[in-house]
């Protein structure tokens, strides 16, 4: 359905700055110059495809799902061009920040489990002073609940207490990546934010202009209350 609706979409041409509703320019534009091969490998369910031809197979093909997190790439351009207002798009692209970064956090949860799902191959640091831990006996969502949690630390730099050297390098590297990432996220919402109150603050700076204008002409107070309610309109 996904790939059906591509090929119905408009978009809108870099060069002219138009939207392009001719059904075969749309077709081959997602054909040859969109993500048609990527969305088809990432809708073709091949994990059930071999298990069907080759059920003794031992090759994962659950990689190619990965590929239909290129979709959530799609989101900065429909906010883009969504008819709202500013300040409501302004909003979706916070929103999509924070969405980006709890996915970031998830991630990263997942790969530490993969690292430390063996018995007795980690020791959350909360359990470092008794030495002992449950964390092997909880069930699958407290676990999860446990990993995204030291993930959401280890982004931001906190001690994750590594065993192994694989678990050891793949901290070091989230804590690199997440001085990074977080102040690209933070730094974009402080500007996204910084654009609001510019734009609440010139208005402010005008509407005062305009009450001092009328007050010093003398105006009639409910033309005064008028034209305030045509600007704030």
């Known amino acids: 359905m996904?790939?059906?609706l591509n090929f119905r979409t408009t978009y809108v041409n870099s060069k002219t700055g138009t939207e392009v509703i001719n059904s075969r320019?749309?077709?081959?534009?997602y054909a040859f110059h969109g993500r048609f091969f990527i969305d088809l490998l990432a809708s073709i369910p091949f994990e059930l495809i071999v298990s069907i031809v080759l059920p003794n197979?031992?090759?994962?093909?659950?990689?190619?799902?990965?590929?239909k997190l290129v979709r959530l790439l799609r989101l900065g351009r429909i906010i883009t061009y969504m008819k709202f207002k500013q300040g409501l798009k302004i909003g979706f692209r916070i929103f999509q920040l924070l969405f980006f970064l709890l996915l970031l956090v998830h991630?990263?949860?997942?790969?530490?489990?993969?690292?430390?799902r063996s018995k007795d191959s980690w020791l959350p640091p909360k359990d470092l002073d008794s030495g002992d831990t449950n964390f092997y006996e909880i069930?699958?969502?407290r676990q999860y609940t446990v990993v995204f949690y030291y993930?959401?630390?280890?982004?931001?730099?906190?001690?994750?207490?590594?065993?192994?050297t694989e678990q050891t390098i793949f901290s070091s590297l989230v804590v690199i990546m997440g001085a990074i990432v977080t102040a690209f996220i933070f730094g974009n919402m402080a500007a996204l934010m910084a654009t609001i109150n510019k734009k609440d603050s010139h208005f402010q700076e005008q509407l005062d202009f305009v009450?001092?204008?009328?007050?010093?002409?003398?105006?009639?107070?409910d033309i005064q209350t008028q034209v305030i309610e045509y600007l704030m309109h």
């Open 107 to 116: 991630w990263i949860g997942c790969i530490w489990y993969i690292l430390v």
């Open 139 to 141: 069930s699958n969502l």
């Open 211 to 221: 009450s001092t204008t009328m007050r010093s002409i003398k105006l009639p107070e």
């Open 25 to 29: 320019k749309i077709m081959l534009n």
């Open 2 to 4: 996904d790939i059906v």
């Open 151 to 164: 993930a959401i630390l280890l982004i931001v730099g906190n001690e994750s207490a590594p065993k192994s």
């Open 57 to 67: 197979t031992e090759f994962s093909f659950q990689v190619f799902g990965l590929l």
